[in-house]
């Protein structure tokens, strides 16, 4: 029960981010050489690893957020398998000031995600025949760092 009588929310009050859902926006694997790719191999494949955040609002303290994992094992005709995961999810953010939303949204967020689309991957590139790829854990911060510079960049050109 409450006792604010209709006053406003506790300014002082903790920030919280609660997960609202979580789904597979988008998710596709490929493995465009089998059964011949599942041979073995000479060497080691060169596995390339892409990752992206999108953020949007959707409501006045919710926002969705997109963890893009795009991969590839292999070179060319040699590609082993190929994937591209969008896993997102609904996050509600409450007592954040407009300073802290940026960060929470790119590095919070996907920070919470991370797991769940590392075992997905993981488990269709072990469907796929091959032994499960587990993606190392990633800096999200250093990734919005990255992408601060580059949108500070690109301002400064126009």
Do not use: H, W
């Amino acid at each position: 029960m409450s006792d604010t009588n209709g006053a406003q929310p506790d300014t002082n009050a903790a920030p919280q981010l609660n997960v609202m859902v979580q789904y597979t926006k988008d998710f596709s694997f490929e493995n465009p050489n089998a059964p011949r790719s599942l041979t073995p191999q000479e060497k080691a494949p060169n596995i390339a690893i892409q990752v992206n955040v999108n953020g949007r609002q959707l409501a006045e303290a919710d926002f969705e957020v997109e963890l893009i994992l795009e991969g590839s094992a292999g070179e060319g005709a040699d590609t082993l398998f190929k994937f591209e995961l969008t896993y997102a999810g609904v996050f509600r953010l409450s007592n954040v000031s407009q300073e802290n939303l940026p960060p929470m949204i790119m590095i919070e967020c996907p920070r919470l995600l991370f797991p769940f689309a590392r075992q997905m991957v993981a488990d269709a590139v072990r469907n796929g025949g091959f032994p499960p790829l587990f993606i190392d854990p990633i800096d999200f911060v250093a990734l919005y760092r990255q992408r601060m510079a580059a949108d500070a960049a690109n301002q400064v050109k126009m």
